[in-house]
């Protein structure tokens, strides 16, 4: 693109948002080059509006200027949705913070997009309500960017991930009309587009205000750890709890790695002699929750449990809870880099899985770290290292060879961080040609042009060329496949 | 584009997985919503310029002269990086390098500052011309003519956050009958000529429950302003210095009642970590350091200390909470005080906008930071404020003056003084 292009939308954009609200200098765009996956590339410019209509003008000049967009809430996604791959405008919406409303009544949030996640909780709870996705990342990620992902979260087990809450939503479309979809009241007529909009990581338009399904906060919340001798035997645990037919509120692994690390980051002491545990919870009426636990401690020390740990105050099942969240950060204690991987298994296979997974990054020399939903099967294996000494190419080749055991099992690339630049071109590996096709209709309907964060979802592409590590993904996902 | 490139240290900043989980915690990026001016951004952007990736123009030293310092950031991240001293380093590499010249007359302010706060004798002097001003009416004065409004801005703030020096001035207690521990009191610089009063509550605490108040005599100024300012020079001597003096006394703990200090002192060990003649040393001085509340609240027995009745609302000083991970202890205190109410505000742990001489340097930033705690003290309705630190105190109590609000803003050793007297 031509200089004069550039200079003439950046002063667009400033026009419209103010010009501390836009930023196109070298040192600038350089720290939206990132988010917490691995790919990398700045932005022509990013704009920073304040409320819808500046939104719908920044996409209308951007379009004018026939340059593409990228939507970005806290930059906390895990597969570079919000990267910009060719030259892209970066629109933010860390300025949309409002919650505009708590219907207690109707059990409804209307939301900004910039607004984190746990803040509709937190407006909730006066209410007696609170909102049910949470992203281990909710402090800090956005419900624009949670919408975007189909975000999930330990809760999801009992819950669904946000394509089960979100009820409404306002979004700015490529063209730069604004468009209302779906409603608070239920069964509406047409077609409901909400559940498409929900995961598409912005590539059918910026989603400018949310309604939100809240939910009664439960009568009773019963949190408690147990301990095992090895991951087999509290896998075997969850399933047995799981086929019993008990659906925990959320039932979470972490083996011996993790907890070496969250007892280094925080003040939760879990025993480090434990091959690994379970963090369950269990919610509803006070006489559930009890029958429920003792049903459950049962089972895991039928498999082999060697100890439960109850969490008998708030402040305790919040240090479990933030053990368990913020397990991920946490291991960079143990070596300086991670890739996290998302795929998810039958829960009938996971033990397999797992040993498939531990074999992988053996051959490659990494540690593997495990912390995963091991209720829906939804698999985080770390793969932990040092990009002083190892390279990115190995690790990646060693996740595609994990992505690989996990479809042969019959599973799936992704369990909620998406697929953006990670995993697209690794579609073809899960889709046919005529899949991919009809998904990319459904796509131009909205997006006709391919200017909504181009490069993202879909493989084969080329816009995202650019970047190191898109074309490793691509050389692997095209030449591992037979 | 050809740059000298700025070289320092970026290995505490290793672990960062750019994972954004200390982003919501970080009091500039509350404000902004920006990544420039986020924990992240910046330690990005740190270490892309120590990798020569980009010029550390005026722009990128901004964005990290937004920095309030406040740690919040270092203290939630589950990953341990360092950004404390991350951020230092930055700091001295640009202050070394002079990249980026200052507005001239800040640029003098703050060498003065430096310079007085290390020199008992002339921080004395400028003490007493400043109480001068304050006593013989000059203040009012120059307030009430409009005057001061003439004054130039970064003077005008100055003037509305230097500290008090009308206070009176510290007095050791009498050494207790029966005493079961021995410590030194910091003194610091400015602390000792402004609020002697605090430390004197300080020492009458310690001395009440059975601890001996040594003096020291050589001690001086932490150097805390002076390594933040990025002056790592005059930070070492001024380490040196105390680290000398304290052995002397030979006690079981240093205790500090400015937590600003505190943190600073706490990191002596890896100020000088690269000094062999020095390390060992610094570590045995690190290791007695203990902030006030820390001090007292691990001591044995959990009777009560004292009565007052008053509501009262904490504010968690940065370098207390963040620095040094003390947020329980001035808590649990304040609660074994009979008769005392103690009210949550909203965002407890967010830096009040004081920051050293953040004030000066980022005006805007500063003021709206200061707003922002103050409606949060407000919505409380408490009778009192309560701090461990002083630049907080001062921070908090021209925020609530600005709005006409004579609330009292007291030391948390203050409180207990007057409780247990
Ligand atoms: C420590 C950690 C823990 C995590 N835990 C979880 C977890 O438990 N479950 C989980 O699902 N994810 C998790 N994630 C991943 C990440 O937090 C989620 O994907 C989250 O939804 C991203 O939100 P964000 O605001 O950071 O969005 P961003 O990363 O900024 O964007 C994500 C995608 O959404 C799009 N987008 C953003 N805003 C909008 C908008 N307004 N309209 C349209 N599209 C938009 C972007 O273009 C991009 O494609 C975790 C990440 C970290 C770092
Ligand atoms: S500093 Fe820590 S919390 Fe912040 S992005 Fe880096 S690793 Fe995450
Ligand atoms: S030290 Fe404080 S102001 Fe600076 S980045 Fe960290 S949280 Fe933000």
């Not at chain 1, 340059?67 to 809430?73: D, H, I, L, Q």
């Not at chain 1, 509803?284 to 636990?293: C, F, I, M, P």
């Not at chain 1, 000494?389 to 990646?396: A, H, Q, R």
């Not at chain 2, 750019?18 to 404000?31: A, D, I, K, Q, R």
């Amino acid at each position: 693109m031509s200089t004069r292009t550039a200079d003439r939308l950046v002063r667009d954009l400033e026009s419209i948002c103010g010009e501390r609200n836009v930023f196109w200098r070298e040192e600038d765009t350089l720290v939206f080059e990132y988010d917490a996956g691995f790919d990398r590339r700045p932005p022509l410019a990013v704009a920073v509006p304040k409320n819808t209509d500046e939104i719908a003008r920044c996409v209308r000049a951007a379009r004018d200027a026939g340059v593409a967009v990228v939507p970005r809430g806290a930059g906390t996604g895990l597969s570079g949705g919000t990267i910009a791959c060719g030259d892209a405008v970066v629109i933010s919406t860390a300025r949309l913070r409002t919650i505009h409303e708590i219907d207690a009544v109707s059990r409804v949030a209307v939301v900004d997009p910039g607004v984190p996640n746990l803040e509709v909780s937190a407006a909730a709870r006066p209410h007696g309500l609170f909102f049910a996705p949470d992203p281990a990342s909710q402090r800090v990620s956005t419900i624009g960017g949670n919408i975007g992902t189909n975000a999930g979260g330990p809760h999801a087990l009992r819950y669904g991930s946000m394509v089960d809450h979100v009820l409404a939503v306002e979004m700015v479309l490529p063209d730069g009309e604004v468009a209302v979809f779906g409603g608070v009241a239920p069964d509406l007529p047409g077609y409901d587009c909400v559940p498409l909009i929900v995961g598409s990581e912005g590539t059918l338009g910026i989603v400018t205000k949310a309604w939100l399904r809240l939910l009664p906060l439960p009568e009773d919340v019963r949190t408690f750890l147990a301990e095992f001798p090895d991951v087999r035997s509290g896998a075997r645990a969850a399933s047995a709890i799981i086929a019993r037919g008990i659906v925990p509120a959320a039932m979470e692994m972490l083996d011996r790695t993790t907890i070496r690390a969250v007892n280094a980051a925080f003040d939760v002491h879990l025993s480090e002699d434990a091959g690994s545990m379970l963090l369950v919870e269990v919610e509803g009426l006070r006489e559930e929750t009890g029958s429920a636990t003792s049903a459950i401690v049962a089972l895991c020390e039928d498999e082999g449990a060697r100890g439960v740990r109850v969490a008998e105050t708030q402040a305790e099942r919040e240090l479990l809870w933030k053990a368990r969240k913020l397990g991920y950060p946490a291991l960079a204690r143990i070596k300086p880099n991670s890739y996290i991987h998302d795929a998810v298994v039958p829960r009938s296979k996971l033990p397999d899985v797992l040993d498939s997974v531990n074999a992988i990054a053996d051959r490659y020399g990494y540690t593997v770290a495990n912390m995963f939903h091991i209720g829906d099967g939804n698999l985080h294996p770390l793969l932990l290292f040092d990009l002083r000494e190892d390279t990115i190419e190995g690790v990646m080749e060693a996740s595609a060879e994990i992505l690989k055991v996990a479809i042969e099992s019959g599973g799936a690339l992704s369990g909620e961080h998406g697929i953006g630049l990670e995993k697209n071109h690794f579609m073809f590996w899960v889709y046919g040609p005529e899949d991919l096709e009809a998904m990319q209709r459904a796509r131009s309907a909205f997006d006709p042009d391919g200017a909504m964060n181009p490069g993202k979802i879909f493989p084969g592409g080329d816009t995202c060329a650019a970047i190191p590590t898109e074309r490793i993904k691509r050389g692997l996902a095209e030449g591992m496949w037979i | 584009m050809s740059f000298a490139p700025l070289t320092f240290d970026v290995e505490p900043a290793r672990g960062c997985i750019h994972c954004g989980v200390c982003l919501e915690s970080c009091p500039t990026y509350l404000l902004t919503g920006l990544e420039t001016e986020s924990p992240r951004g910046r330690i990005h952007l740190m270490q892309q310029v120590a990798a020569g990736r980009v010029a550390p123009t005026d722009t990128l030293r901004t964005h990290l002269d937004r920095c309030l310092a406040c740690r919040a950031c270092e203290a939630v991240c589950p990953s341990g990086v360092g950004y404390g001293a991350l951020i230092e380093n930055a700091r001295a590499a640009f202050e070394e390098a002079h990249v980026v010249p200052r507005s001239r007359l800040a640029g003098l302010l703050r060498r003065m500052l430096l310079a007085l706060v290390a020199d008992p004798a002339r921080l004395e002097g400028a003490a007493g011309i400043l109480a001068l001003y304050e006593r013989t009416g000059l203040r009012h004065l120059l307030r009430a003519t409009g005057l001061r409004s003439r004054m130039p801005k970064a003077l005008r703030r100055m003037e509305a956050l230097y500290p008090p020096l009308t206070r009176p001035r510290y007095r050791a207690p009498a050494r207790p009958a029966h005493a079961t521990a021995r410590v030194a009191l910091l003194l610091g610089c400015v602390m000792r000529v402004a609020y002697g009063d605090v430390h004197t509550a300080a020492a009458r605490v310690l001395s009440r429950l059975g601890v001996e108040v040594v003096d020291v005599p050589d001690q001086i100024c932490c150097g805390a302003l002076h390594a933040h300012a990025g002056e790592r020079h005059d930070a070492t001597r001024l380490a040196k210095r105390n680290i000398e003096a304290f052995e002397r006394a030979k006690v079981d703990a240093i205790v500090v009642d400015a937590a600003g200090c505190g943190a600073h002192l706490k990191g002596y060990g890896h100020l000088l970590a690269g000094d062999p003649q020095w390390a060992a040393r610094a570590e045995t001085f690190t290791s007695k350091v203990r902030d006030v509340t820390e001090y007292l609240a691990s001591r044995e027995g959990n009777e009560r200390l004292g009565k007052l009745a008053l509501r009262v609302t904490y504010q968690s000083p940065c370098h207390l909470a963040h620095a040094q991970r003390i947020t329980q202890e001035p808590r649990a205190l304040l609660r074994r005080v009979e008769g005392l109410e103690l009210i949550e505000m909203a965002e407890a742990e967010v830096c009040c906008g004081s920051a050293g001489s953040y004030n000066l340097q980022q005006p805007e930033l500063a003021d709206e930071l200061r707003d922002r705690k103050v409606d949060a003290i407000l919505a409380t309705g408490a009778e009192a404020v309560v701090s461990a630190n002083p630049g907080c105190m001062l921070q908090v109590r021209s925020g609530l003056e600005e709005r006409g609000r004579d609330i009292p803003v007291l030391h948390l050793v203050e409180v207990l003084d007057r409780a247990m007297s």
